[in-house]
Nanobody, 120 residues
Framework: QVQLVESGGGLVQPGGSLRLSCAAS????????MGWYRQAPGKGRDLVAT???????NYSESVKVRFTISRDNAKNTVYLQMNSLKTEDKAGYYCNENIVDGDFTYHEHWGQGTQVTVSS
């Protein structure tokens, strides 16, 4: 069974920084695209950033330049460095990993979510 565990959320002032981490564990053969999504209260879940297995990133326009996604394949972990945070970045952040497990079955997995609050 594959499990994703997120960490790194919290409260930060506007202009501050946070780094989110999401580690996958369990029977994993390989991980394709990894990503981060966010969901504000009363809204849908939106793409923040993704990164392919060979390290190519993709960002939503609202976070481009301010956020950086990266991955450590040896640790099955994806990171999101968030700089110059704005109040509108406040949301629950969810990692997403597309994983081939030990039975050679491809599944999409989600983390439990971590809250990011940007407030003065």
């Amino acid at each position: 069974q594959v499990q994703l565990v997120e960490s790194g959320g919290g409260l930060v002032q506007p202009g501050g920084s946070l780094r989110l981490s999401c580690a996958a564990s369990g029977s994993i053969r390989s991980i394709a695209t990894m990503g981060w999504y966010r969901q504000a209260p009363g809204k849908g879940r939106d793409l923040v950033a993704t990164i392919t297995s060979d390290g190519r990133p993709n960002y939503s326009e609202s976070v481009k330049v301010r956020f950086t996604i990266s991955r450590d394949n040896a640790k099955n972990t994806v990171y999101l460095q968030m700089n110059s945070l704005k109040t509108e970045d406040k949301a629950g952040y969810y990692c997403n990993e597309n994983i081939v497990d030990g039975d050679f079955t491809y599944h999409e997995h989600w983390g439990q979510g971590t809250q990011v609050t940007v407030s003065s």
